[in-house]
C-alpha cells in the first residue's frame, strides 16, 4: 500500500538570499546593460560544465575586434592559448594581458607580431558584449566541483565573480570569503579569467581582486549613499566605471618572490586621476598628494604614471621621473617596486632605472622618453637646464623631506619648467621647514592640498588600524629633563623629517645617549621587553620592534635580549659601516650582509617563523610594511615626520589563519615623548586628530563598558537562576536585533582586554569578565552550530576559558537534544516553548550535517526547519505556530525512517525516492528505480558532459511518461541531478 504523500509546512515567505540578494542583483545589472544569460544558456555556451569561456562570444570578439589581424584560422589557437593558462595567479595575470590588449599574434602578411584586442575599452556601439549569469558551477575531472552565484562577462571572458549570502546569516561576509578561498584551492579554473570579486548580504557590499581575499585587500564600496543595494551595484557595473578598473586600476607585483595582486582603493584612483589631470594642465606646475602611512601611496604614484604614459595623445613625447626616497630604494625598489615596473615592459612604455648621476644626466640630456625612476641625491650638483622641456612630469615620493635643503633646488634647477607632484605620508608640518613644503608644491591649490586622505579617514575605511599608546615602567623612562635639555632644546630637531638628520642631532645629545645605553638600563629594558612580549605581544600571534638610540644600542640589546629569550628570537638590523670591524667591533659583530637581511626581511612577516622581534635604529622605520607587526618598543627620542612615520610601522590591518584581526598597533614609550602629542608632532590638530591614543584611556572605557554589560545582562541572572538565564537566551536573544546588540557589545570589551592583558588593573574585573564570555559563548551555541565552540573567541580570551573550564568544570552550552518525537514531546513539556524551538532545530541541523551521507532526505528537512526558526525570530509566524510546524517535519522524519526501513532502499534511491513522491509523483518507486538504474548506466555523468546529457534524458523521459508537465519535469529533473551528483 502506497503511503500518504508527506504534508510540508507550510512556511511563509522569508527573506532568502536568491531573492532577496542575488537576483536583484543581476536585475540591477540588466538596468546598467549587462544582458542576462540564464544558467542553462551558459553552461551551453561554456559548452559543458568544463567550460572556462562564452566560446561562442569569444571567438566573434575575436574576429569583430581585430580586422585585418586575427582570422578565423587563428581563432582556435588563440582560445587554445587561453585555456591552456595556469589556473594560478599567473594565469590570472596573463588574462588580465590579454583583456588589456598586450598579447600578440604573429600576422604571416605583415612579417610581424600584432597585438590582439579582446576588449575595446573606448567602448564603441557594439564593440563589447556585456553580460550577466548566475549558478556558474564548474566540475572538472575527479575534484570535487562548485558553483558561483554571479559571474559577469565580456566579450565571453569571464571578469568578475559575485558571492552573495542571506542578509540575516550570521557572519555573512566572512563565510562569502570563507567560499572564495575554497574555489581557490578546489576549483581554481573558476578564478582564472575574474579579475575582481564581491561580496554581499545586501547590507553591505564589498569588493576586491581574486586571487587576493586577505581581509586588509576586501574593500568597502563606499562611493555611493549607504543603504541603497540598487545604487551600489549599478555604481560598480556601471561599463565606463568597469572598463576603466579592467584597464587601469588592477596591479600585479611581488612580495617576498611571491606574484601577488592588488586593486586601487577609491582614494588612491581619485588621486592618481587628479595628478595625470594637473600633469595635462598647462596654467599649473604643481601639487601636493597627502595619503596618510600605509594607504598605498607607492601604487598610487606608479599608476599615475602609467596614466600619463599610455596616453601618448594627450601626453606626446613626456618623460615622467618618479624620484624615490633613498631611505626607500634598497628596501622597496629592488623588491616588489620593480617588478610592479614590469608592468610597463608588456607595453610600449620605456623604463630606466638611473642608479647614477651620470645615467640620470645621460637620459635627460637625450630627451629620453618614458618612465625614470631615480633618487632625489642623483640631483645632487647636477647642471642647470639640464632639460628645459615641459613635458616632463616630476612624481617625488616623502616630498616633505626629499626635496629639503640643496637637492630640492639642484632637481628644480636642473628641470625648471617640469611639473613637480610632492608626494608625502606624514601631513605637512607647521614649521617653517613645512610652510617650505607647502610653497613649494601645494601654492596652486587653495587648501594647500591636491589631494588629501587623512588618518581618521584612513582608519574608517579600515586601511589602517588605530595606534594606542602607554609609557614604559618608571625605572627605565628617560628623565624628562633630559628629554627636553638634549633634545626638544635643540631648535633644529623641530620639523625633522629625516632619520639621518635625527642621527646627527643625537650624536651632539652625548649624555642623552650615554643614559639610555648604560649597562645597567639596558639589562632592564631588555628584561622588561622580554616578559611584555611573552606575555601581550606573542600570545596574539603578533611580532615586534625593538627601536634602539643608535646602532651600538641595538647590538648591546641583542646581546641582553638573548638572555632572556631564545637567541633566534630577534635580529638587529641597521646600516653597515667598513670601519666597524675597529671602531665598534660589537656592532659589526652582530651585523647581517644583505642576502640575510632580505631573508630576515621575508620571514619576519611570517606568522609560523623567527625572528619575532627586530632591532631596529636606522632602516625599517620607513618603507617597511610587515602587517603582523603589532608592537613597537620606541627607545629612541623622535618628532615630527620621523616619528610619525615610525610609529605607522605598526598600523597595518592584519587578519590570522583563524580569522583573527589585529586590534590596533602599540607603541610602548621609554623616551616620553608621547606623553604631549602637541609637542612631538607639529602638525594641525585636525590633520593628527586619533592617530594615537594613551592605553590608560582604554582602561577606563573597558571598565565603563564592562560595567553596562553586568548592568544589563548580567546583573538578572545573579544566584544561579536558570529560568531568568533561559529567559534571556530564548525570550530576550530570540530578536536578531538584540543579539546583534548584545554581540557588538561583548566584541567591544573583547577587543579591549585582548589589548589590555595581562594587567595588574584587571584582576577586580576577570571573574565579570569570564560571566560575560560564558553568556556570550552559550548565545552563540544557542543559535547557530555548536561544533566550533572557541571559533570566533580572542586568543587571550579563549586561553582564560580554556584555564576557568578545566579549573571548574566547564561552561554551560545549552541543551543537546534528540531529533525524534519524544523528544519534542518533552521539551513542550518543560513549558519554554521558544527554547524548544531553537534546541530541535539545532538538533535537526546536527543530524543533517552528521548523516547527510546515509540520509540525504535530513537536509531537505534542515532547511525547512531553519526557515520555521527564521520566522519565529522576525515574528512573522508565533511560538505555536513554530512548534507545530516543527511537529509535522518530525512526523516526516518518523515516517521517512519507517517508509526506508519497509522499503529496504540504499539511502541515494530512497532520498529520490521520497522526493518524488513529496512532489506527488505517481509510481514514485518505480521511477526512481529507473533513475538510479540511469545513474549507474552513465557512471561518469559527473565529468563527461555527454553522459550528463544522456542521464538527463533518460531522467526527463521517466518523468514526462508519468504525467509530468513541462516545468514539473525540468524542475524535478534539476533536483534530482543535483541530489545524484552531490
Known sequence: MTKPKPTKPDTPKLAIEAATVQFPLVDHAAAAGWERVSDGVALRQRRGEGGLFFYDELEAALLRLNPGVVTPADVAGIVQRLESLPNTIAGNREVLDWLRGKQTIYVESEKRHRNVQLVDFDNKAGSNVFQVTWEWAYRNGTRKGNRADVVFVINGVPVAIVENKNPKSKDAMSKALVQLRRYELETPEMLTGPQVFNITHLIEYFYGVTWNTQRKHVFNWKEEKAG????????????????????????????????RKTILRQHQTRAAIKVAERCADPAKHSGLVWHTQGSGKTFTMVTAARLMLENPQRFAGATVLLVVDRNELEGQLSGWVEALLGDFQGSSIAVEIANSKRRLKS???????????????????????????????????????????????????????????????TPVDKTAYGKGTFKTFGHEDESGYLDKYSIAESIADGTTVRLRHTLAPAKVLLPVEKLEREFYALAESEGISDIEDLNRILDRAVNLRAFLK???????????????????????????????????????????????????????????????AIDYPLVAKHQID???????????????????????????????????????????????????????????????????????????????????????????????????????????????????????????????????????????????????????????????????????????????????????LMVRNAYSSPSRFYEDVARKTEQMVRDMASSDGGITTGKVVEFDLKTLQALRSEGDDNAA??????????????????????????????????????????????????????????????????????????????????????????????????????????????????????IYRSLVTRGTDGAQMVRLGDAVLRMLRN
Open 518 to 580: 648604560s649597562d645597567e638600563r639596558v639589562d632592564a629594558v631588555a628584561r622588561f621587553v622580554a616578559q611584555h612580549f611573552r606575555e601581550n605581544v606573542e600570545p596574539l600571534g603578533y611580532k615586534a620592534f625593538l627601536v634602539g638610540v643608535d646602532r651600538e644600542a641595538c647590538a648591546l640589546y641583542k646581546q641582553a635580549l638573548d638572555k632572556y629569550l631564545p637567541a633566534d628570537y630577534s635580529v638587529p638590523v641597521y646600516t653597515q659601516s667598513a670601519a666597524d
Open 363 to 425: 637620459l635627460l640630456k637625450q630627451e629620453f622618453s618614458g618612465l625614470i625612476v631615480t633618487m632625489i641625491h642623483k640631483f645632487d650638483k647636477q647642471d642647470a637646464n639640464l632639460s628645459v622641456r615641459s613635458n616632463v612630469y616630476v612624481l617625488i615620493d616623502e616630498a616633505h623631506r626629499s626635496t629639503g635643503g640643496d637637492l630640492g633646488n639642484y632637481l628644480m634647477g636642473a628641470l625648471p619648467n617640469a611639473t613637480l607632484i610632492g608626494f608625502t605620508g
Open 837 to 954: 524551538v531553537i534546541n530541535l532545530v539545532r538538533a535537526i541541523e546536527t543530524e543533517a550535517e552528521e548523516n547527510a551521507d546515509q540520509q540525504p532526505v535530513l537536509l531537505d528537512i534542515a532547511q525547512r526547519a531553519a526557515a520555521i526558526l527564521d520566522a519565529l525570530e522576525q515574528r512573522t509566524i508565533h511560538t505555536q505556530q513554530a512548534i507545530e510546524q516543527l511537529s509535522l517535519l518530525v512526523g516526516e522524519r518518523e515516517q521517512a525512517d519507517a517508509e526506508r526501513e519497509k522499503l529496504g532502499l540504499d539511502p541515494a534511491t530512497f532520498a529520490v525516492y521520497w522526493h518524488l513522491q513529496g512532489d506527488g509523483i505517481k509510481d514514485a518507486l518505480p521511477v526512481a528505480s529507473e533513475i538510479m538504474a540511469a545513474a549507474a548506466k552513465y557512471p561518469s555523468h559527473r565529468d563527461n558532459d555527454d553522459e550528463l546529457r544522456q542521464l538527463k534524458s533518460e
Open 594 to 776: 644583505p642576502a640575510q637581511e632580505k631573508r630576515v626581511r621575508k620571514l619576519f612577516r611570517k606568522p609560523d617563523q623567527q625572528p619575532k622581534i627586530l632591532i631596529v635604529t636606522d632602516k625599517l622605520l620607513t618603507g617597511y610594511d610587515a602587517p603582523i607587526l603589532y608592537a613597537m618598543y620606541l627607545d629612541k627620542p623622535m618628532r615630527d615626520h620621523v616619528l610619525l612615520q615610525a610609529i605607522s610601522r605598526v598600523n597595518r590591518p592584519y587578519e590570522d589563519a583563524a580569522g583573527r584581526q589585529k586590534p590596533s598597533g602599540l607603541i610602548i614609550d621609554f623616551i616620553g615623548m608621547l606623553r604631549d602629542l602637541n609637542k612631538a608632532l607639529a602638525f594641525d590638530s585636525q590633520d593628527v586628530s586619533g592617530v594615537i591614543e594613551d592605553l590608560d584611556l582604554l582602561l577606563v572605557e573597558f571598565r565603563r563598558l564592562l560595567a553596562e554589560a553586568q548592568a544589563r545582562y548580567l546583573a538578572p541572572l545573579e544566584g544561579g537562576k536558570d529560568k531568568q538565564l533561559e529567559t534571556l537566551l530564548y525570550d530576550v536573544f530570540l530578536a536578531p536585533e538584540a543579539r546583534q546588540e548584545f554581540n557588538d557589545s561583548y566584541r567591544q570589551i573583547e577587543s579591549l582586554y585582548e589589548i589590555l592583558s595581562p594587567s595588574p588593573e584587571l584582576r577586580e574585573h576577570i571573574e565579570t569578565f569570564q560571566r560575560l564570555v560564558d553568556l556570550y
Open 228 to 259: 541603497s543595494y540598487e545604487d551600489r551595484v549599478k555604481h560598480f557595473f556601471d561599463h565606463t566605471r568597469f572598463l576603466r578598473m579592467l584597464r587601469d586600476w588592477i596591479l600585479f607585483f611581488e612580495q617576498d618572490d611571491e606574484l
